[in-house]
């Protein structure tokens, strides 16, 4: 018999924007005029910049050669960029890694979620609240986190850690020990930061308590204030307690095209029951020689000229035209009196939905009233709830008349 992994059978319903979707479509059906403007799914719009294109061509080019076809990549992936991330994205910030302490992937989806396979099945987990999904679900599969409760929207197992306007979005130390811990700054969905001195106390934690932190930057680009660390490696000792994930799909438009990377220092440690201290990065090799063939090498040199002169400057360009988006949203928001964050370091602005409407009442509104398409906050976490999420990843004209619509509302 065929023996099924029970914890699926536990992961509530279906996925948040599979249910928008069908609202939307249904809407859609019924109401075949609406000029709908969506300003929900976390996708970029804009293409692929030129040197990036260019640089896929060339290496298409390259494969149809027998003097220079590739087969399988190294499944960590090519040094040619793995040298450009090392020093672009860490030397820059006075940060060194050697080249095996950083792995190519095809998406900081699949690693956040993989990860925890190197991870005992009775590591407590915390997360905060609101949440990327896919951290929660990825551990309830692995069973880590007990049972579901619908009423509550929680696992019994998963630790929460609340962010709202309350706390300034900055969660706080847990009161029960973890031992993993998911951070993803700057954050989807609500689009805030944290300091070097907020994210200092969860390396001090992890550090006094053996555990690792799971550090999301998939954002990372979207940073335009300052004194905002764009990696947690930039804390001390956080090499000892953290892996970090980053994207080119964000910052460089690959989310059809797929590349991205881990960040897996030597020093970091893990534990077995009887104490011993793990070398994680061998366990993480292990892991990824065994399941993984690598990124394409056409992939891999698209993703080596976003580090050009040429491809920084253009995907410069794009991520302020995304962030005047984010202003445009920000400010159109704030003039009618709604309370909004983030938006400032990242293409997300959460709000507060006006009193007497929580977060599905008022996608409802918004949809059904302005034909505007957002995320409701609640889908995120049950700290989400009464918030709601819009991204500026839309055309400027959408973006714009998304604004207007919204703001001939009445509350
Ligand atoms: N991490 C966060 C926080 C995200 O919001 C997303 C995509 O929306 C991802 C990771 C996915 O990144 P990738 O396209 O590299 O899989």
Known sequence: MAYVNENYLKLPGSYLFADIGRKVNAFKKDNPEADIIRLGIGDVTIPLVPAVIEAIHKATDEMSKPETFRGYSPEQGYDFLIEKIITHDYNSLGIEFSNDEIFISDGAKSDTANMQEIFGADNIVAVTD????????????????????????????????????????IPSLPEKKVDMIYLCYPNNPTGTTLTKDQLKKWVDYARDNKAVILFDGAYEA??????????????????????EFRSFSKNAAFTGTRCAYTVVPKELKGYTKSGDVVDMNKLWNRRTSTKFNGVSYIVQKGAEAVYSEEGQKQISEVIAFYMENARII???????????????????????????????????????????????????????????????????????????????LKF
């Open 130 to 169: 609101p949440v990327y999904p896919v951290y929660v679900d990825s551990n309830a599969m692995a069973g880590r986190l007990g049972e579901y409760d619908s009423n509550e929207g929680k696992w019994t197992n998963l630790v929460y850690l609340p962010c709202t306007a309350e706390n300034g979005f």
């Open 222 to 243: 979207y940073i335009t204030q300052p004194d905002i660390p764009h990696s947690i490696y930039e804390i001390d000792g956080a090499k000892e307690v953290a892996i």
């Open 330 to 408: 920000r400010e159109g928001l704030t003039s009618m009196g709604l309370k909004v964050f983030g938006g400032v370091n990242s293409p997300y602005v959460w709000l507060k939905t006006p009193e007497g409407y929580d977060s599905w009442q008022f996608f409802d509104k918004l949809l059904k009233e302005v034909y505007v398409v957002g995320t409701p906050g609640v889908g995120f976490g049950p700290s989400g709830e009464r918030y709601f999420r819009l991204t500026a990843f839309g055309s400027r004209e959408n973006t714009k008349e998304a604004i207007e619509r919204i703001k001939s």
